[in-house]
């Protein structure tokens, strides 16, 4: 019987060799290998910015000063400069456009004027004057030239922790409208970046004139070099830079002034739409305001370089606010010349609590009716949306980008849609009186009367991969709850998602509420989604362990709901029934590998050794191509045991398990607390007293006795459907159907009562008395 178980570090293409400072080897282990793109065209697509090659960070003067405006925010700027250093060791060219000369220089001046002043004073008026000293305004020319050396020098021994070289220039307007002068600016700039020396640009604040309002020459190839941030415009044209990141100290672009009540961030800018803002004040320092940068961004923008304008005095995202935009997050404001057909992720939510608060108010009836007509439109067209299904799958096939497990949960079948069907006209008769629904009633006083019912929790996010079923299993159910709900699926399974939300809409819009549910469909991150906070009020994310880890780490500010992984445990007792023991572990096991309740880890009674039992359990395992990794314990009794398991944590998702052998139920329940996930464990035997120790003690959402764990499922459970299943603790546990999908309010109702009245002094007092719960609900 056990014989039977014995079945980068690259080099750069140009090495730094210069006069300017020491040759040194950089790091290229983690390096990516980045091709110039040909020039012309910006970017289209957050995305898309991870191919930018060469980058203009331009540093506004709020961003690398002081709150006091003299001197410098060293802490920010050293965390900037580490920024670049890295994206300069990625193989890209940096530029930096920086402010900051002329507050380094007041800083640098009013020192020298104090420490004069106070020589004077010390020898003529004699120490009790000193506290009258007080300093003159500063002329910002004077400043600019003080401080141009300090700050460059800065500058410089920030970039040699990380060996890099940097080279200043000084520029004015003249240097781009006189054609020579532009020449060799544009020939000394390419020859830097050849030499992988990082460019610190500024104007030349110390003999420019004062700037002129409305100056900019007219024309697509000419912009007047106002300040820093028409000169990063100008030079990530003249440059053919791929992107222009421009630091202030604002989130981004809004749609009125910040600060003011009704202010949205705006996530994406596009041309035309200057009409749809309005500008608030300027920085703090410096001579732009956003109405520059906005008209800087646009110009640049049509020179063909992409731009993005974000927060860089943020201490929360100071110290990875560019790289992250280079990795393509929602960052600032990011602007683009495509604007896309359908509406932003964050019009569809509001569109989706619009019509989601009209969805709850309707009659139990109505909303049975919505689910009923998508339950008959999954059975009419079938063949559309099996038709779209298999165009998936084949193109999920020819990638090889998927996992069998994946490609499984992706696959649509006759069955599956009749069962989907089934289950949401069982959602749609059990759900009855849920939303509305009266918990508790309470007189407070006479003629004081509070209730606590159900209601929708607003807005869901159900987030989920390669499952196309459970597209309209959530869409019932948020139905029947009354909620909104915004879906993201994965991209593998695009087709047949938009099929069946285009089927969701139809029968939504019977009692015209199609917007209630709406699918995202453009290239939003997950971890972008995981942000509205404001918008969303839980996520339920459906697929991998590792996309729900994802998940749970990016979403701070909203709930998550479901579980990371699924490793479920079958226990063969002692006492255990040789036909039950084979038919449970067989169906927990074989039935639907991929799925979350699917058993991966198979312990037995140490008695069952050598034992009839054992033998057909393993038999009946090789029969089912079931690939078989041996617990240390296990292992320990074979002479050729099969591939012992890695780790007793281990989620198989295919045709794998694990077999582990305990001495007893307890022994079992240890191991289940230890190594298992909470999801779904089982007892086989048929001692009673042993499986209610069993029941009672695995600490788990689902546990059973003498049945498949194929059974933690909110349509076998008789919910109908389920958005997932819940490891949590709080809230919703196990399968997570219509109940977890609704919160509660408070409904008081009164005469003109007042917390005074039942004051030591007032005439009334509190009843709290239970009222009987009336049946029905608020609709």
């Known amino acids: 019987m056990f014989a039977r178980l014995a079945l980068c570090s690259r080099l750069p293409s140009r090495i730094r060799q210069s006069n300017l400072c020491p040759v040194s080897v950089r790091k290229y282990s ?259 305001g956003m109405e520059a940068k906005v008209k800087a961004a646009l110009w640049a923008l049509q020179g063909g370089t992409s731009v993005v304008i974000a927060n860089g005095t943020d201490p929360k995202v100071t110290g990875h606010v560019i790289t992250d935009i280079v990795e393509g997050k929602k960052i600032g404001t990011f602007f683009s010349e495509v604007k896309p057909a359908g509406p932003t992720v964050e ?31 999954l059975t009419e067209k079938k063949e559309e949306i099996l038709s779209a299904n298999r165009r998936d799958m084949e193109i999920a096939t020819a990638s090889g980008r998927l996992s069998q497990p994946l490609i499984n949960r992706l696959s649509l079948s006759n069955a599956k849609l009749n069962s989907l069907a089934i289950g949401l006209r069982q959602l749609a008769v059990s759900s009855g009186n849920s939303v509305g629904r009266v918990l508790r009633r309470t007189r407070v006083a006479n003629n004081l009367e509070l209730e606590q019912i159900t209601v929708p929790i607003g807005v869901l996010l159900v987030i989920f991969e390669s499952r196309p079923d459970c597209l309209p299993q959530v869409a019932a159910l948020a139905i029947a709850s009354g909620n909104a709900l915004l879906l993201k699926g994965g991209k593998e399974a695009s087709n047949t998602n938009k099929i069946l939300h285009q089927l969701t809409q139809e029968a939504l819009s019977v009692h015209g509420v199609a917007d209630a549910i709406q699918l995202v469909s453009t290239r939003e991150e997950v971890e972008d989604l995981c942000k509205l906070d404001k918008m969303i009020d839980l996520i339920i994310p459906r697929g991998s362990s590792e996309l729900v880890r994802e998940i749970q780490r990016a979403a701070k500010g909203i709930p998550v709901l479901g579980h990371s992984e699924g490793i479920c445990h079958v226990y063969i007792d002692s006492e255990a029934s040789i036909d039950k023991a084979i038919d449970v ?109 069993f029941l009672q003690q695995v600490d788990s959402a689902c546990v059973f006795w003498n049945a498949s764990s194929r059974f933690a499922d909110g349509y076998r459970f008789g919910l109908g459907a389920e958005v997932g299943i819940s490891t949590a603790r709080i809230h919703a546990r196990g399968p997570v159907g219509l109940e977890g999908l609704l919160t509660t309010k408070w409904v008081l109702r009164g005469e003109g009562h007042t917390v005074a009245n039942f004051s030591e002094q007032g005439s009334m007092k509190y009843l709290h008395e239970n009222i009987p719960v009336p049946q029905g609900n608020l609709n």
């Open 30 to 288: 983690q390096a990516k290998f980045l091709l110039p793109r040909p020039h012309g065209k910006s970017f289209a697509h957050r995305s898309e910015l991870k191919q930018a090659k060469r980058i203009v960070v331009k540093l506004g003067s709020a961003v690398v000063t002081r709150g006091d405006e003299c001197g410098l925010a060293l802490g920010r700027l050293a965390s900037i400069v580490e920024q670049v250093a890295v994206l300069q060791n990625q193989g890209r060219e940096m530029m930096i456009v920086t402010s900051g000369a002329v507050a380094f220089g007041k800083q640098r001046l009013r020192h020298e004027i104090l420490l004069s002043q106070s020589v004077r004073q010390a020898l003529h008026s004699g120490q009790n004057q000193l506290k009258d000293m007080s300093v003159p305004v500063l002329e910002a020319r004077a400043c600019a030239a003080a401080g141009q050396s300090g700050l460059m020098a800065l500058y410089e021994a920030m970039f040699t922790q990380y060996s890099i070289c940097t080279a200043q220039i000084l520029v004015t307007n003249l240097d781009f409208h006189d054609e020579q002068k532009r020449r060799n600016l544009n020939s000394t700039l390419h020859e830097l970046l050849r030499m992988n020396i990082v460019p610190i640009i500024n104007t030349n604040d110390a003999v420019v004139p004062p700037p002129v309002p409305n100056s900019d020459l007219q024309g697509v190839n000419v912009i007047s070099i106002k300040d820093n941030d028409s000169l990063s415009a100008r030079l990530a044209v003249e440059m053919k830079a791929d992107l222009l990141i421009a630091l202030s100290d604002v989130q981004g672009l809004y749609d009125s002034p910040p600060g003011t009540d009704d202010a949205k961030l705006i996530d994406i800018f596009y041309p035309g739409d200057q009409q749809s803002i309005t500008y608030g004040t300027k920085s703090r320092v410096g001579i732009g």
């Open 585 to 693: 572990v067989k169906d927990s096991k074989c039935d639907y590998p991929a799925a979350c309740n699917a058993m991966e880890t198979l312990l037995i009674h140490r008695d069952l050794l050598r034992t009839p039992l054992f033998d057909q359990i393993i038999d009946m395992l090789r029969t089912e191509q079931v690939k078989i990794h041996a617990g240390p314990r296990f292992a320990s009794y074979l002479t050729f045991s099969p591939s012992e398991v890695k780790s007793l944590r281990t989620e198989y998702g295919d045709l794998e398990c694990c077999i582990e052998v305990v001495d007893s139920m307890q022994e079992a329940v240890d191991h289940i607390h230890k190594y298992g996930s909470s999801h779904t464990d089982v007892i086989v035997t048929e001692n009673e007293e042993t499986a209610e120790q």
């Open 347 to 377: 019009q569809q939510t509001e569109m989706a609590r619009h019509a989601g608060r009209t969805l709850a108010s309707l009659l139990t009836e109505q909303r049975g009716e919505i689910i009923c007509y998508l339950a008959d439109l």
